[in-house]
């Protein structure tokens, strides 16, 4: 079973690379997307993702956790974390080396990393959240488990998949609606969309964006949703 | 007073012995003692924010920003006018290729250049050599090595092989002048002094003295004025560095308006204090880093204005000081590196020129002399001639013997008989240098922004060899250096000049890998996880889990 191998400022880059690959989207397209961010954002956001990796409840899974370990090269294309590093003239020469195996842990871990870089970028200039809200978002969601939650979790994994698309397409600062989820949620029907759209809802962790219609209707079509972080 | 050293070294090259002075100086006889601290070891041309080009002795590469067509039109005098350029970065952008090809060409041309490339290659050899007796003793290297040494079931060779390391690591970095300049309190107007440095760990011999240029260093605010003394070690790096720029700023007089020349200056002779969370003085000093470009240039002009009272002197007496110390030069040598004798540091050779040159003469006529004779040229090409032969067919040698054999045979031999034809003045006389810079050879490799351009003489093959050598030469140092069991992939994290360019996976891409985060790093027990590419197959060639 492959491992997840990195650096702690490859950290958003990892989750990010994780994410695309459980969407079946296209990796190439996840350095872009960082790039994207400020250089404040992205740092901050990689921060977050090191401190939820850093849990109690992620150590059974961390099969190798090296502190103080010299990052290769000239260009890792690593983020400034401002955990652990050692910055010698502007350039993270020391930072802690993760290695995970394979798991929902990790999974589930990056897939919010993905939605609070979703978040992070959309044009209305949302703020990173703190990691407490953060935190309180990771215990909901990592608490689904397949095969009992597959309808939210293939939900989750819609709405943030309809999310990188219209990031890349014309109107990135749009939330994607019931109907553009359901078209990006493979063999998902609209009734189990709306299904597990709701229970996203109820445990905190999408909520809708914009009201279609009638407030409180959750299953109206043009109903736009996001994730919370 | 004067003694003959019959260098082993020297034989190997060919040279049957050198006159070499004993260290005796007018100038700063007493030794200042610092701890050692690295640098970096490319010999990159940056002007702190903006990095031109870089040249990699032992890869045999240059690396240029921007167009490899602009550059190389730009360095063969082509319809490229720089007087229309708009900024002197364009200048510098253009020009960074003949700077890069100047170091190139001072390396395999030199004594010290050449000895320093047969060191490399001797290194690796036994590291090579090393790794099939770990194979055949059905063991391999364990990660990390620095861990593994200090056990009872590591090997002796390897052990002693890990600790020759890092003894030769630190004084090639005393030879190249890859280490950080010093501090010390108060000024010094001598044109050089003496210091030693002393590494972390227990050396097999001492480190022998290296001279170093007191550079004046002061850091002025509002309330008060901080003025210390900061010793550049001159060494390989300062000199190369004073010989590119003097024919990068010729070229540039020649071809560019008057005020893109002194802006050049400007930004050539401007110094800067690395930024650092404290404010203190001391950071302020500690992280004080001058350009290596003047180092020489500014002890010449201290010298002669001590030794003739004048500042002022042809720019050609940089290079021919530079080019006369640089051919008396020898690298430490592998295996006799314990004997200091039997090795000569360029900073040393350098002040001995200047002190047995006769500078009472006029300084246009002054031409310190190069004690390699022309029987001397020809003994030592034979030599290559006889040891090392030519590669007819490189895919059926070791990668290593190819290198070495492409070096001699296109480079060092082709470099010491333009020494033959025209003299030594081909490399130390900036007109005649130029003048005859198409029969130069080139870097087997140059790497640009858009692509690699390969040496034209490349033969069949070449490109094989030199990827599995880069490898090979990256891998040991990451083994070596390594304090956890990780190995980076020097293709995913861009460890090796232009390697960005190269495909060492199959038979998907590695930028298909890369961008998966399936490769990256090997980590104990994960070889079966990596792709099937260059990288993993040298590992598991090497036993690597």
């Known amino acids: 079973m492959p491992t997840r191998k990195f650096y702690e400022s490859e950290a958003l880059l990892d989750s990010l690379t994780e994410s695309f690959q459980e969407l079946a989207l296209n990796t190439s397209q996840c350095q872009a997307l960082i790039g994207q961010l400020s250089a404040e954002k992205a740092d901050r956001l990689n921060d977050l993702l090191v401190s939820l990796l850093t849990q109690p409840e992620m150590q059974a899974h961390l099969q190798q956790h090296l502190k103080d370990v010299e990052v290769p090269g000239p260009s890792s294309g690593g983020l400034g974390s401002h955990l652990r590093s050692q910055v010698r003239q502007g350039r993270i020469v020391r930072v802690d080396f993760f290695q995970f195996g394979k798991c929902w842990e990790k999974t589930s871990t990056s897939l919010l990393g993905l939605a609070l870089a979703l978040i992070t970028l959309n044009p209305a200039g949302l703020p990173v959240p703190t990691y407490e809200t953060v935190r309180g978002v990771w215990s909901s969601w990592v608490a689904l488990k397949r095969p009992g939650d597959d309808v939210a979790i293939d939900t989750y994994e819609a709405v943030l998949r309809t999310q990188c698309i219209l990031l890349n397409g014309r109107d990135p600062g749009r939330f994607p609606t019931l109907v553009e989820i359901q078209s990006h949620a493979g063999p998902r029907t609209e009734r189990e969309v709306v299904t597990g759209l709701t229970r996203l809802r109820d445990l905190g962790i999408v909520k809708v964006d914009f009201w279609g219609d009638q407030e409180g209707d959750l299953s109206h079509r043009e109903n736009t949703w996001r994730p919370v972080v | 007073m004067t003694k003959k050293v019959t260098s082993p070294i020297a034989r190997i090259l060919g040279v049957r012995s050198f006159d070499t002075k004993e260290r005796k100086s007018v100038f700063g006889d007493a030794v200042k003692e610092f701890r050692y601290k690295e640098r970096g070891r490319a010999f990159a041309s940056s002007l702190y924010s903006q990095t031109y080009g870089s040249y990699h002795h032992e890869y045999l590469a240059v690396s240029v920003r921007g167009s490899l067509s602009d550059a190389c039109l730009s360095s063969l005098g082509g319809e490229i006018s720089l007087d229309d350029q708009a900024s002197l970065d364009q200048a510098m952008q253009n020009l960074a290729y003949q700077h890069e090809i100047r170091h190139f060409h001072d390396c395999f041309g030199t004594l010290a250049g050449i000895s320093l490339f047969f060191w490399h290659v001797h290194e690796l050899r036994e590291f090579y050599t090393l790794t099939g007796w770990l194979r055949r003793q059905n063991l391999s290297w364990r990660m990390p090595l620095r861990t593994w040494v200090r056990e009872n079931d590591c090997p ?390």
């Open chain 2, 156 to 545: 002796t060779k390897i052990k002693r092989f890990y600790h020759l390391f890092r003894s030769r690591r630190f004084h090639r970095d005393l030879f190249v002048g890859s280490l950080a300049g010093f501090n010390e309190e108060g000024p010094s107007d001598e044109p050089w002094e003496w210091i030693v440095t002393h590494p972390p760990f227990p050396l097999h011999e001492e480190a022998p003295p290296i001279p170093a240029f007191p550079m004046s260093a002061g850091r002025r605010s509002q309330a008060s004025e901080d003025r210390w003394t900061h010793f550049c070690p001159l060494a390989l790096v300062p000199l190369l560095e004073g010989n590119a720029q003097a024919v990068q700023r010729s070229l540039l007089e020649a071809i560019c308006r008057s005020e893109v020349v002194n802006l050049y200056w400007q930004r050539m002779t401007q110094y800067r204090v690395e930024p650092t969370t404290s404010n203190s003085e001391s950071s302020a000093r500690s992280n004080f880093c001058p350009l290596p470009y003047n180092v020489t240039d500014y002890l010449l002009t201290r010298f002669l204005t001590k030794e003739r009272g004048c500042s002022n002197y042809p720019r050609s007496l940089i290079l021919k000081v530079t080019d006369a110390a640089l051919m008396t030069s020898l690298a430490p040598s592998t295996i006799y590196y314990r004997d200091p004798k039997f090795s000569r540091h360029p900073g040393a050779a350098f002040v001995d020129v200047l002190n047995s040159t006769d500078w009472r003469r006029d300084l246009e006529d002054c031409s310190p002399a190069v004690p390699i004779s022309s029987d001397d040229l020809y003994r030592i090409i034979s030599n290559y001639r006889a040891k090392i032969r030519p590669m007819s067919d490189p895919s059926r040698s070791h990668p290593i013997d190819v290198i070495e054999s492409y070096a001699v045979h296109h480079v060092i031999i082709p470099l010491l008989e333009l020494r033959l034809r025209y003299g030594h003045s081909v490399f130390s006389e900036p007109l005649t240098y130029w003048k005859h810079i198409v029969e130069f050879p080139v870097p087997a490799m140059i790497f640009g922004d858009r692509g690699i351009q390969p040496s034209t003489d490349m033969p069949r093959g070449l490109m094989e060899a030199w990827l599995s050598y880069v490898l090979l030469q990256n891998l040991m140092t990451s083994i070596m250096d390594a304090e956890h069991a990780i190995l980076p992939c020097p293709r995913a994290y861009n460890l090796i000049p232009g390697i960005e360019r190269c495909e060492l996976a199959y038979p998907e891409s590695c930028s298909r890998h890369i961008s998966d985060r399936s490769c990256m790093n090997w980590t104990s027990g994960s070889l079966n996880e990596l792709p099937k590419c260059r990288f993993s197959k040298m590992l598991a060639e090497m036993g690597f889990d």
